[in-house]
Structure formats: C-alpha cells, structure tokens
C-alpha cells in the first residue's frame, strides 16, 4: 500500500498470533538497581572495583539486560525541588540525613524476579557496595 492509500488489507493478510507465538513470548520487567554507600567507608569506587564495574556491564549489556547505568552524586550535592501548589520552594542537600545514600544505578531489564536477584548480587560483588533491587511499576 502507498501511503494515503485507504484499502485495508484482506483478511488473509493479517497476521494472527498462534500458541507457538505465545509460547515464545517474555515478559520482561525493568529493574531499578540502587548502589548503596556509605558515609563511613569509601565512597568512590577502586580502580580494581572499576574494572569489575566494567565487566559486568559489558556482561549484561551483551546479554540484553543492561538498559543503562549511571553513578550519580554525593548527596551534598543534591537538590529538593518543592512546586506542589506552585511554592517555588528550593532546598540544598538531601531529603533524608543518614550514613547510607544512593551513589549509582543499573537500570535492568529481566524476565523474572529471580533473574534480576542473580544479577543484583553479581553487581554487589563487582562494586563492592549493597543493591537495592526495585520493580518498575
């Protein structure tokens, strides 16, 4: 058909799905992994927990899990942005005062749970750090 064209395909044309289609299909969720550090210990990474880092990006990023990651600033650093109401408000430093913050992330997707805890605890033991794992709604 060219485009503008307003005949609609036969019927015979149309695809129709079949078990085997469905057999095949993967529901795939996407992962929020959260690097967890620490005030009290080191909070950037070693260059031998980099070259791990490396390794497994380019592990997962082979296999298809990988759809980014990224580390992300210390929280001194952070900004909270209130609008709610249109108050305009501006903040300097983090929404929470603890030890722990969230220093990078791997953004993942999986076809199960079990599939994203194996991989969680593969990037624990390359950076060194704990993951917080979280669904996408």
Avoid: K
Avoid at 75 to 86: E, G
Wanted: positive net charge; proline residues 4%; contains cysteine.
């Amino acid at each position: 058909l060219h485009p503008g064209s307003r005949r609609r395909p036969s019927s015979s044309r149309l695809r129709r799905s079949t078990r085997r289609d469905r057999a095949n299909y993967r529901r795939v969720v996407r992962y929020l992994f959260a690097v967890i550090a620490d005030t009290t210990g080191t909070i950037t990474a070693s260059d031998v927990e980099m070259e791990a880092i490396d390794a497994f990006n380019n592990r997962i990023e082979a296999a298809g899990y990988r759809v980014m990651a990224a580390g992300i600033a210390t929280p001194d650093r952070s900004l909270l942005v209130d609008n709610r109401d249109q108050r305009g408000i501006l903040s300097n430093g983090p929404a929470w005062e603890t030890h722990q913050f969230m220093s990078g992330f791997w953004i993942i997707d999986a076809d199960s749970e079990a599939v994203a805890t194996s991989l969680a605890m593969d990037a624990s033991a390359a950076c060194n750090r704990t993951i917080e794992i979280r669904p996408f709604l």
